[in-house]
């Protein structure tokens, strides 16, 4: 069983469609493995994602934000092989890698380093939904209850 039928529960449900998405990103991502990710906290707000991308260049890789989804797509240039290949290890096969992304989450860079691409990722809370610190103050004594006492 691996289709799960979620429609029941959205038939009732107002303003989940968020959740819905996530969790059809979720179903049909599982089914690949390639290409191979980590996802490191490197700190309390960030993130790091690491992908090995053996096999493409900078110019082949394409990195957008929509809809709170990190989409990365990979297309292998069309240059014709130089040699016969008797055995190909490394696939360099076209890609697209969908991630959701929690809210306030931004996309700070991306860089590529021995066939590894490096996202960085950063919690971005606004100052409205901070939590803040409201100071308490003492009552000064009212001028009426002065005279009155008088």
Same mark, same amino acid.
């Given at each position: 069983?691996?289709?799960?039928?979620?429609?029941?529960?959205?038939?009732?449900?107002?303003?989940?469609?968020?959740l819905a998405r996530l969790v059809d990103t979720?179903?049909?991502?599982?089914?690949?493995?390639?290409?191979?990710?980590?996802?490191?906290?490197?700190?309390?707000?960030?993130?790091?994602?690491t992908m090995a991308v053996a096999g493409f260049?900078?110019?082949?890789?394409?990195?957008?934000?929509?809809?709170?989804?990190?989409?990365?797509?990979?297309?292998?240039?069309?240059?014709?092989?130089?040699?016969?290949?008797?055995?190909?290890g490394i696939a360099g096969r076209a890609f697209?890698?969908?991630?959701?992304?929690?809210?306030?989450?931004? @996309?700070?860079?991306?860089?590529?380093?021995?066939?590894?691409?490096? @996202?960085?990722?950063?919690?971005?809370?606004?100052?409205?939904?901070?939590?803040?610190?409201?100071?308490?103050?003492?009552?000064?004594?009212?001028?009426?209850?002065?005279?009155?006492?008088?």
């Amino acid at each position: 069983m691996n289709a799960m039928n979620l429609s029941p529960l959205f038939r009732t449900a107002i303003g989940f469609d968020r959740l819905a998405r996530l969790v059809d990103t979720a179903a049909s991502t599982a089914e690949t493995g390639y290409p191979p990710y980590n996802i490191e906290k490197t700190a309390d707000d960030s993130y790091r994602l690491t992908m090995a991308v053996a096999g493409f260049r900078p110019d082949d890789i394409e990195l957008t934000v929509k809809d709170n989804s990190l989409i990365v797509a990979a297309r292998p240039p069309a240059e014709a092989p130089q040699a016969e290949v008797l055995y190909r290890g490394i696939a360099g096969r076209a890609f697209e890698r969908r991630f959701a992304l929690a809210d306030h989450i931004v @996309v700070e860079g991306a860089s590529m380093e021995n066939g590894l691409l490096h @996202v960085a990722l950063r919690r971005v809370v606004p100052e409205a939904l901070k939590p803040r610190r409201i100071p308490v103050g003492t009552a000064a004594p009212r001028v009426e209850a002065v005279a009155q006492a008088a």
